[in-house]
């Protein structure tokens, strides 16, 4: 089975409602502060763990998502 399958039955199910839909691909470039957030929040056990402040350099990725900036990733 494709691993897309569920999405694209999804997408398939609300295409037939009375709505309008708006698909946007967003490139992961595009995308630091989520791809930062997943990367912080794997190593971290969902048991015990409560985040009371938002790390520095999430809050700068923010900012920087708010005016526009590209960031780049570092590999």
């Known amino acids: 089975m494709n691993s897309n399958y569920v999405l694209v039955t999804k997408a398939h199910e609300l295409s037939s409602k009375d709505c309008t839909i708006r698909i946007q691909h967003t490139y992961k470039e595009g995308n630091a502060t989520v791809d930062w957030l997943a990367t912080y929040g794997d190593p971290i056990s969902r048991d015990?763990?409560?985040?009371?402040?938002?790390?520095?350099?999430?809050?700068?990725?923010?900012?920087?998502?708010?005016?526009?900036?590209?960031?780049?990733?570092?590999?």
């Open 48 to 75: 015990d763990c409560i985040i009371r402040e938002a790390p520095a350099r999430l809050y700068l990725l923010l900012y920087y998502d708010v005016i526009g900036t590209f960031v780049p990733l570092l590999i």
